[in-house]
């Protein structure tokens, strides 16, 4: 390796710092939850500002941008099919209730940018910007073609990569173009993931509706807050433990049950907003016994973290864990409550498997299963390979660490391309006055640490001179 060049790179990564900050706030105040699909932007009209904004700052800087019309564009420094893509996204998911600071009004802070997005995963965007227009600013010889892609659609399906069949509108970048030969996904930690779990989304839908009120609970990987809505009706709580009664102008009353939003592969199974509200309405009086009954379900369901009550607990066997399953949310399907349930599963258990021995156990639980796609299936990628081993390493230098490699829990896109791995940044790194549960990816005050994503610049820097002087 080129020590005087890398030497000059770092020095150009220092000297960026406020200029990633810049973008980085600039990226954040775009609110690209999914919405409505419309020409053009197939995600809604926030995911499609995010790719537009990197589009023209691609071509500010020199890059070669292309929009391959799906949700999906590239900045690849040659005019040539990228060899190497590194992959973000631009969407986010909802802000959730109960934010200090501003979601889309994005602040530096004591070393971190503070807003919707910042760690998860547009300040990982930002600085794989800045890196590469580092790399064509000092003409370095690069004998592939590295590239930056941006996806739309990352949280809520990934269908900007697999499209939806008979859907024009919506085809999917792995159906209109080749990808690179290799990926690099920075939407992990370090060192490096050399598999992740498959995984699959599933409402269980109960075949009778609540009798004395409806009910409503989390949302998309942000599972914050729950309501329950009762008619009218004398002697109801004034108040009780874990909760906010208040009697709305029409005489109803909602109970409202809140919970501090994280990431759905941390989230605990017996702190998450449908089991607590689950307890706080089996407390009330009024609650008729098949109300109460269905409430222990799901209950009884979301804080079964295994699937132990579904009949799809496995044992820990291998390197990529147990089956595991994480309540989401509890929508209403003309009027009949839906449970959904996110589960994640190793090789060796089939998805088939899954669905045939949970559907017969949903229904003795008196719930049914609508059509289950199938989302994400899980992949394993040799260890010991050339190039794993070289990211692992490079990444450990960097760190200090002495960090194995692992499997993945949530998804990313390196899920669906061929040769790709997890491979960082680690950006989250909360100011030391936040509060536990703020800060992190999918949380209230999501914060980024400019720190972390100037190291992993470094560690992105080494690596894409390394691969220089490698056959991959």
């Known amino acids: 390796m080129d020590m005087e060049l890398l030497k000059k790179i770092d020095e150009r990564i220092d000297a960026v710092r406020s200029e990633l900050a ?6 954040v105040n775009i609110k690209s939850v999914q919405g409505e699909a419309a020409p053009g932007a197939p995600f809604g009209a926030g995911p499609r500002k995010v790719l537009d904004t990197m589009l023209e700052k691609g071509r500010e800087a020199g890059f070669h941008p292309v929009d391959y019309n799906v949700g999906v564009v590239s900045l690849a420094m040659k005019d040539a099919a990228p060899d190497l893509g590194i992959w973000l996204h631009g969407d986010v998911v909802p802000e959730g209730i109960g934010w200090k600071f501003e979601p889309y009004n994005a602040v530096e802070y004591k070393g971190c940018i503070i807003g919707r997005g910042a760690t998860d995963n547009k300040g990982q965007m930002a600085s794989i910007f800045h890196l590469l227009k580092i790399f064509k600013e000092l003409n370095v010889d690069l004998k592939y073609n590295p590239a930056l892609y941006v996806g739309s659609n990352e949280e809520t399906g990934m269908r900007d990569m697999t499209g939806v069949p008979g859907n024009e509108d919506v085809r999917g970048f792995l159906n209109v173009c080749e990808p690179p030969r290799l990926s690099l996904v920075p939407d992990s930690s370090f060192p490096v993931a050399y598999g992740g779990k498959g995984s699959l989304r599933v409402l269980l839908r109960s075949k009778t509706p609540f009798k004395g009120f409806t009910l409503t609970a989390g ?39 809140d919970t501090i939003p994280v990431h759905g592969t941390s989230a605990k199974a017996t702190g998450n907003v449908v089991v607590k509200i689950c307890e706080v309405l089996k407390k009330i009086e009024s609650v008729c016994e098949e109300d109460r009954m269905l409430l222990s379900t799901f209950e009884m369901i979301a804080g079964d973290s295994d699937g132990a009550c579904l009949n799809i607990a496995t044992e820990d066997d291998n390197v990529m864990g147990p089956v595991n399953v994480r309540a989401v949310r509890i929508n209403r399907k003309e009027n009949h409550p839906e449970l959904e349930i996110a589960i994640t599963y190793p090789l060796g258990v089939s998805y088939d498997w899954i669905v045939e021995t949970m559907t017969a156990a ?50 990313t896109y390196a899920h669906f391309l061929p040769n790709a791995y997890a491979f960082g940044m680690d950006g989250s790194l909360p100011p030391e006055d936040f509060a536990p549960g703020r800060g992190g990816a999918h949380g209230l005050d999501e914060a980024v640490s400019l720190d972390r994503l100037q190291r992993a610049m470094r560690i992105y820097a080494r690596v894409l001179l390394e691969l220089n002087e490698m056959d991959w």
């Open 22 to 27: 810049q973008t980085t706030i600039e990226l």
């Open 219 to 257: 949302q998309n990987d942000a599972p914050a807050r729950a309501v329950a809505v009762f008619s009218p009706q004398e002697d109801f709580p004034q108040e009780l433990e874990g909760c906010e009664i208040v009697k709305q102008a029409d005489g109803s009353i909602t109970v409202t049950v």
């Open 362 to 411: 949903a229904d003795a639980l008196g719930l049914e299963t609508p059509e289950i796609p199938y989302t994400k299936k899980p992949y394993i990628l040799d260890p010991d390979c050339e190039t794993a081993q070289m990211l692992r390493r490079v990444a450990n230098g960097v760190t200090g660490d002495n960090k194995k490699m692992y499997i993945i829990k949530g998804g």
